[in-house]
């Protein structure tokens, strides 16, 4: 009996001695941001010099555990892909060491819908006409929308004027929201977070600041007008100014035409002149008067025969000179220089004649 509680007493000293020699993760943690699940720990305290690896299992909705990170040397281990959005786990993780492990750590079972943090949610501003809009922007989530998994979301806006203490707050549901109460040519600066549980806020947006504009300040679609409406007015002004000088120019070269021939006449007289009609009206010559010495000799006839031989010639000669004249006048207008030679033709058989 005393050796049966002796081996006893070995066996839990050595089972003791054994779990004692690997340590325990320190610090494990869950984190959850935007619908993710991550297991984070520390090592080991007072264990510098000695290299630990890792295992960390996720108990599913069949009530064991599976592993996910086997013999791991990091110090988290992502869930996401084994993970649904309104599921119920429990996560535990262990250290190994030389073929030897510690015990589980296990965390508390909990739903990743309620234990999620959001991240910072996108804000730009805009002013004009002296006010200022903020444009919010939900921010991703890993596995469905935001709007998705929380029914109701709002936003919490902070608003103050740069260099001063005192904050304005504004809680509201549209994504666009109108400041109010904001001085002109002041600059204000933003700070908004996303109210997708009651008491609960995502993570800070990034500071953003902004010069209210002036309330006087056109609006853009007014100045484009104007802008459109100056340019049809001068481009207006510059037909009728194009079309003035056009027309003017037209009645001038009306009522002072240009002594100029246009070239297409020009060019016609040009064809025109080398015609050989108008060649030959070029190269004539004027023709010129022709006439008809007349010598007159007095004899004094010897007799009454002597008288009738004379008119006799005298007729025949005026013959002559008809027909003479008649051929002298058909051959000038063929011919000027037939009409000389028959001129002087005429000229000797009067001489002749007269002889």
């Known amino acids: ?116 943090e959001i991240s910072a949610p996108r804000v730009e501003l805009t002013s004009r006409k002296g006010q200022t809009e903020v444009d919010n922007t939900d921010p991703p989530l890993k596995k469905r929308d935001l709007r998705d998994v929380y029914t109701h979301v709002s936003y919490l806006i902070l608003y103050w004027k740069k260099g001063e203490a005192k904050k304005e707050e504004l809680i509201r549901d549209q994504t666009r929201v109108m400041l109010p109460n904001l001085e002109p040519l002041v600059n204000y600066c933003v700070e908004v977070a996303v109210l997708y549980v009651p008491n ?21 679609g007014l100045i484009a007008v104007v802008l459109l409406v100056s340019f049809l007015v001068v481009l207006f002004a510059v037909v009728l100014i194009f079309l003035a000088v056009w027309y003017s120019y037209k009645v001038c070269r009306i009522i002072f ?40 000799f007095q004899m004094e006839p010897d007799s009454s025969q002597d008288n009738q031989q004379i008119e006799e010639l005298f007729r025949i000669q005026t013959d002559k000179d008809e027909c003479i004249e008649a051929d002298i006048k058909h051959s000038s207008e063929e011919n000027s220089e037939m009409a000389s030679t028959t001129s002087e033709e005429k000229h000797l058989l009067a001489e002749l004649t007269l002889l």
């Open 1 to 116: 009996m005393t050796a049966l509680s002796g081996l006893s007493a070995l066996l839990c000293f050595i089972v003791y001695v054994s779990t004692e020699s690997v340590p325990i993760p320190e610090d494990v943690r869950v984190k959850s941001l935007d619908m993710g699940l991550v297991l984070e720990w520390d090592p080991p305290q007072n264990t510098t010099n000695k290299l630990f690896n890792y295992t960390a299992e996720i108990k599913n909705w069949r009530d064991f555990y599976e592993p996910i990170c086997v013999r791991s040397s990091s110090l988290s281990c992502d869930f996401i892909n084994n993970i649904t959005t309104f599921g119920a786990y429990q996560l535990r993780v262990r250290t190994e060491l030389h073929g030897e492990t510690s015990d589980w750590v296990e965390t508390e079972n909990f739903k990743v819908d309620e234990i999620i």
């Open 200 to 220: 609960k806020t995502s993570q800070p947006s990034n500071l953003t600041c902004v010069t209210n504009s002036s309330s006087h300040e056109a609006e853009p």
């Open 257 to 296: 035409p240009d002594p100029k021939l246009p070239e297409n006449l020009k060019q016609f007289l040009s064809q025109q002149s080398q015609s050989p009609i108008l060649s030959a009206m070029q190269e004539s010559t004027q023709l010129k008067e022709h006439f008809n010495e007349l010598r007159i």
